[in-house]
T-cell receptor, first 111, second 114 residues
Framework: DQQVKQNSPSLSVQEGRISILNCDYT??????FLWYKKYPAEGPTFLIS?????DKNEDGRFTVFLNKSAKHLSLHIVPSQPGDSAVYFCAAGIAGNQFYFGTGTSLTVIP | NAGVMQNPRHLVRRRGQEARLRCSPMKGHSHVYWYRQLPEEGLKFMVY????????ESGMPKERFSAEFPKEGPSILRIQQVVRGDSAAYFC????????????FGPGTRLLVL
């Protein structure tokens, strides 16, 4: 029972263009959402988060959008850089409780 | 400020042996989480602990797995009588009490059961 889904296992984007990574969740009670980035043989690194009271949060080149009615969030990276190539995990949950992770999207930014 | 430390980074065990995975949270962090990542899968929550307390162990298999976070020392994830299906990457994360939602991950322990 996958409560958080990332339906695109991989994505390739040209350097300088926008990368859009998508994530869907099933539980309408979830009120906190995070994106993590993971390089091979390393642990995930926190990127950006958003709570359900907001629909957008921006941090430099990274913006997370939340559509509560659609139970959908997305991560936009613009402009994309080769160093952004990694696996991106979204996570969702109820604040103070366990978080559920998606299966990840492998992003490749082509120079 | 050192990040989350996990050791060993790689662990090889034969079926039936015990595996002990250690996690030292970031300084000042009082919450520890353990996750398992099977090949080609995402991170699966296992257990959430505070010092000397298990808060949520709903993701832990009912048998052979246990976790602790003692008052002193690292958190330990213990797998008894390992089987081949236990082969996975085990990640530990920690968070401060002031921001429990933001978890900082360690590099993981890769367990291989022969």
């Amino acid at each position: 029972d996958q409560q958080v889904k990332q339906n695109s296992p991989s994505l390739s984007v040209q350097e300088g263009r926008i990368s859009i990574l998508n994530c869907d969740y099933t539980n309408s009670m979830f009120d906190y959402f995070l994106w993590y980035k993971k390089y091979p043989a390393e642990g995930p690194t926190f990127l950006i988060s958003i709570s359900s009271i907001k629909d957008k949060n921006e941090d430099g080149r990274f913006t997370v959008f939340l559509n509560k009615s659609a139970k959908h969030l997305s991560l936009h990276i613009v402009p994309s850089q080769p160093g952004d190539s990694a696996v991106y995990f979204c996570a969702a949950g109820i604040a103070g409780n366990q978080f559920y992770f998606g299966t990840g999207t492998s992003l490749t930014v082509i120079p | 400020n050192a990040g989350v430390m996990q050791n060993p980074r790689h662990l090889v065990r034969r079926r039936g042996q015990e595996a002990r995975l250690r996690c030292s949270p970031m300084k000042g962090h009082s919450h520890v989480y353990w996750y398992r990542q099977l090949p080609e899968e995402g991170l699966k929550f296992m257990v959430y602990l505070q010092k000397e307390n298990i808060i949520d162990e709903s993701g832990m298999p009912k048998e052979r797995f246990s976790a602790e976070f003692p008052k002193e020392g690292p958190s330990i994830l213990r797998i008894q009588q390992v089987v081949r299906g236990d082969s996975a990457a085990y990640f530990c994360a920690s968070s401060p009490i002031t921001d429990q939602e933001t978890q900082y991950f360690g590099p993981g322990t890769r367990l291989l059961v022969l």
